[in-house]
């Protein structure tokens, strides 16, 4: 712009220095004189952002109600990799009371994250709860999978001991009695198709089962 201005000044200088042989102009003040040309810049261009992915509104960390001191904890992210899928990490944890309250004694985690891929969506007719009559429902599809992995269980309640020479968790409940888990190694890849569907702060989630779907469980979003 300064550049424009510079240029325009220049030409009204030269037109200015052309009529200086004759004083007339000049004496009635009516030299002639450069105006500016106005440079309108042009309206900023919005882009409008891109809709979140599909299965967004999963995200966050979920827990279903407590059952006899055990209760699943799911955690779920969008992956990193743009590709809209989602990835999950569960935690299996024990407490030591029948309500879930107060310290997890141990907990059941894998080595590998499940990976949710969008699978298009759905209505279907299903029955959110089990005294409830069936609801007609849409729901987002996911083909679930989980690589080959292994599994952890860690905690205060836990020890690592042999068995037979086999590794094994032994957990110690709070009146001293022990359960032994045997460490099985790496557990196969496992696949399967389901969904997820929303109401509310809730998370129903369902899979396939002979053809149709049918209720998995059911979170709150913590």
């Not at 299965?55 to 960390?61: E, K, S």
């Not at 992995?149 to 590794?167: E, M, N, R, S, Y």
Request: aromatic fraction near 6%; proline fraction near 8%.
């Amino acid at each position: 712009m300064k550049k424009v201005l510079a240029l325009l000044m220049v030409s009204g200088t030269v037109v200015l220095t052309g009529c200086g042989g004759g004083g007339n102009n000049s004496a009635n003040g009516n030299a002639d004189v450069a105006v500016p040309q106005v440079v309108v810049a042009p309206p900023p261009v919005v882009v409008a952002p891109p809709p979140p992915p599909a299965l967004a509104a999963y995200v966050g960390t979920w827990t279903p109600a407590c059952n006899d001191s055990f209760r699943q904890r799911l955690v779920v992210a969008l992956k990193s990799d743009g590709s809209g899928a989602l990835e999950i990490s569960t935690y299996d944890e024990t407490f030591g009371t029948s309500d879930c309250s107060g310290p997890v004694q141990f907990t059941e985690t894998t080595s590998e994250k499940i990976t949710a891929t969008p699978d298009g969506a759905g209505n279907i007719q299903l029955k959110l709860t089990a005294d409830s009559p069936a609801s007609d429902i849409r729901i987002d599809k996911v083909v679930s999978s989980l690589p080959a992995h292994t599994i952890q269980i860690t905690g205060p309640a836990v020890t690592t001991v042999l068995v037979d020479g086999k590794p094994h968790w032994r957990i110690t409940d709070g009146s001293g009695d022990t359960t032994d888990i045997p460490d099985t190694g790496i557990q196969q890849a496992v696949s399967g198709k389901g969904g997820f569907y929303l109401r509310g702060n809730e998370l129903f989630s369902v899979m396939e089962k002979d053809g149709a779907y049918v209720l998995d469980m059911h979170y709150v979003k913590q």
